[in-house]
């Protein structure tokens, strides 16, 4: 079994999510910063899984443990699936806020005819020092709403209502949102293969 993993992101909110994920098994999870690991890794792929895949190689190479890497996106029916792959980078501005990319989304879909509806799609995958890699993907449908609700998460979280729940995914609490999310799901979908190894 896997007794070392690097969370593979520089991203606090997913840190702190997948870290309360992986809290289930047995496994000393380490973070870039423990190891002055701060990779800008080009998500140059065309799809999740590419860009998951090159995030988790290139921490496995620079820190020889095994990596785990998501990359995840907002797909809105009403603006043919965008932000969708560049979420992260919906504004032409690199160093956009998270709010600064939600008032963008809703100002791109004012007068668009409502519900507008959306999924987050997360793929995960695990990058070993031997060159194997396991991937896993999974979703969440949901619509957007046009006001913020929830003070959790981060992203586009107070936009998302999540289906059938009635709550906006910063609404939910960690435990709440770890049990049904879409990074929950696909991170869940690797755990036999971290036993495994």
């Known amino acids: 079994m896997i007794d070392k993993l690097l969370i593979a992101t520089n991203n606090a909110g997913k840190i702190e ?17 423990e190891l002055q690991l701060d990779l800008d890794v080009s998500e140059t792929g065309q799809s999740y899984l590419e860009n998951a895949r ?14 785990l890497a998501d990359d995840t ?35 791109n879909l004012a007068g668009k005819p409502r519900p507008w509806y959306a999924r987050f799609v997360c793929a995960v995958v695990l990058a070993l020092p ?11 449908e949901g619509e957007i709403i046009p006001e913020e609700r929830g003070d959790f998460g ?4 107070r936009i998302f ?18 049990r049904i999310s879409h990074r929950a799901k696909a991170v869940r979908g690797i755990l036999p293969y971290l036993e495994k190894f």
């Open 73 to 107: 996106g907002l797909e809105v029916a009403a603006l043919e699936g965008a932000p969708g792959l560049h979420s992260k980078r919906y504004s032409p501005d690199p160093l956009a806020s998270d709010a600064h990319r939600r008032n963008l989304l809703l100002t």
């Open 161 to 178: 209502l999540f289906s059938g729940v009635g709550k906006t995914m910063a609404e939910l609490e960690m435990k709440e949102k770890n």
């Open 130 to 140: 031997d060159g194997i890699t396991i991937q896993y993907e999974s979703e969440c």
């Open 17 to 33: 999510e997948i870290s309360d994920i992986l809290g289930e098994i047995n496994v000393q999870l380490v973070l870039p910063d």
């Open 54 to 67: 090159q995030k988790a190689v290139a921490f496995c190479e620079a820190s020889g443990l095994p990596s």
């Open 154 to 157: 981060f992203g586009y979280d």
